[in-house]
């Protein structure tokens, strides 16, 4: 229904910034509910933040909250995810998710339907 591909990642000092893209296609993306992930090694997938394809309405993780952006661009398919502020504890493997099904807006993995491959973020100190 969606796909999504990631890009963008790579390796970043401490305290400073990236950008992580995601392109969607699909004939349903326009009315699904885009998200961020990222999994550490040997563990489950955490929430990051989501948005609303329509309405652009965002809602983010705690652990990142005033530090990412999400937002997207209707004429490219777009997502962004920009990070500002990055700590070594970022260093995780970043995943784009969409959700065709519920579309309410979710903080658990396991209510998305599309993925993509996920882009490695590395933030050395």
């Known amino acids: 229904q969606v796909q999504l591909e990631e890009s963008g990642g790579g390796l970043v000092q401490a305290g400073g910034s990236l950008r992580l893209s995601c392109a969607a296609s699909g004939r349903t993306f326009s009315s699904a509910v885009m998200a961020w992930f990222r999994r550490a090694p040997g563990k489950e997938r955490e929430f990051v933040a989501f948005?609303?394809?329509?309405?652009?309405?965002?809602y983010y993780a705690d652990s990142v909250k005033g530090r990412f952006t999400l937002s997207r661009d209707s004429a490219e398919n777009m997502i962004y995810l920009q990070m500002n502020s990055l700590k070594p504890e970022d260093t995780v493997v970043y995943y784009c998710?969409?959700?065709?099904?519920?579309?309410?807006?979710?903080?658990?993995?396991?209510?998305?339907?599309?993925w993509g491959q996920g882009t490695q973020v590395t933030v050395s100190s």
């Open positions: 948005i609303f394809w329509s309405g652009d309405r965002t």
């Open positions: 998710a969409a959700d065709t099904r519920y579309r309410y807006g979710s903080t658990w993995f396991d209510e998305y339907d599309s």
